[in-house]
């Protein structure tokens, strides 16, 4: 599957904290920035509306971005543990080599993103709207779904073991490369969505059925 990926221009090195602080103070949009190697953890940045930006080598474990906007924004080699971004939205967004464990962003919005290389174990898209999203070589060990909407969403070798799709919408995703051991799945809402072998046998016993050989 192909994604519009986003596209920046010229981008002005700013200080990441003080940048994304006045913005938040001042209710403006935080347009064509660069930022990198800087520390901004624990802070609250909530509703920013961000575009045409990098973030590189940066460190914002813990801060709330909630109900954000993030147009054309790429996060490469970052800290993102423990991030909060619920209710926000992405869209031609990129996160390559980040780690996201415990990352909150239930309720979020998602268009034309990859995620490649990224630790998301424990991180939690509940009730997540997602459209045309790559997920690439990522651990997701224990993420959680539940109750989201996922269209046109591609797992490539991904670890969900323990991770948690019950109420989600399926249809027409394929999980044949990926490590499915003790996730869990809404039985009533697997239409249309491909499996190994193997990894059928493995569902069915989930079911209490003994398959015989």
């Given at each position: 599957?192909?994604i519009?990926?986003?596209?920046?221009?010229?981008?002005?090195?700013s200080?990441?904290?003080?940048t994304?602080?006045?913005?938040s103070?001042?209710?403006?949009?935080?347009?064509?920035?660069s930022?990198?190697?800087?520390?901004?953890?624990?802070?609250?940045?909530?509703?920013?509306?961000?575009?045409?930006?990098?973030?590189?080598?940066?460190?914002?474990?813990?801060?709330?971005?909630?109900?954000?906007?993030?147009?054309?924004?790429?996060?490469?080699?970052?800290?993102?543990?423990?991030?909060?971004?619920?209710?926000?939205?992405?869209?031609?967004?990129?996160?390559?080599?980040?780690?996201?464990?415990?990352?909150?962003?239930?309720?979020?919005?998602?268009?034309?993103?990859?995620?490649?290389?990224c630790?998301?174990?424990?991180?939690?898209?509940?009730?997540?709207?997602?459209?045309?999203?790559?997920f690439?070589?990522?651990?997701?060990?224990?993420?959680?779904?539940?109750?989201?909407?996922?269209?046109?969403v591609?797992?490539?070798?991904?670890?969900?073991?323990g991770?948690?799709?019950?109420?989600?919408?399926?249809?027409?995703m394929?999980?044949?490369?990926?490590?499915?051991?003790?996730?869990?799945?809404?039985?009533?809402?697997?239409?249309?969505?491909?499996?190994?072998?193997?990894?059928?046998?493995?569902?069915?016993r989930?079911?209490?059925?003994?398959?015989?050989?």
């Amino acid at each position: 599957m192909e994604i519009f990926m986003p596209s920046l221009p010229h981008l002005e090195l700013s200080p990441l904290t003080q940048t994304l602080m006045w913005a938040s103070e001042d209710e403006e949009a935080v347009r064509g920035r660069s930022f990198f190697s800087e520390d901004g953890s624990g802070y609250s940045f909530k509703k920013l509306d961000i575009s045409l930006c990098r973030f590189e080598h940066c460190r914002l474990c813990g801060c709330d971005f909630g109900g954000g906007l993030f147009t054309d924004v790429v996060f490469q080699s970052c800290d993102l543990s423990q991030i909060s971004m619920r209710e926000a939205y992405f869209k031609r967004c990129v996160f390559i080599d980040c780690r996201m464990s415990g990352a909150a962003m239930g309720g979020c919005g998602m268009s034309n993103l990859l995620f490649e290389d990224c630790l998301l174990s424990y991180a939690n898209m509940n009730g997540g709207r997602l459209s045309r999203v790559i997920f690439r070589r990522g651990p997701m060990k224990d993420a959680v779904f539940t109750d989201a909407k996922l269209t046109e969403v591609e797992l490539d070798e991904c670890d969900i073991s323990g991770g948690d799709f019950m109420h989600a919408s399926l249809e027409g995703m394929d999980f044949t490369n990926c490590n499915i051991s003790g996730a869990l799945f809404d039985i009533n809402r697997l239409r249309g969505v491909a499996f190994s072998p193997e990894q059928a046998v493995m569902l069915i016993r989930t079911l209490g059925i003994i398959v015989k050989e």
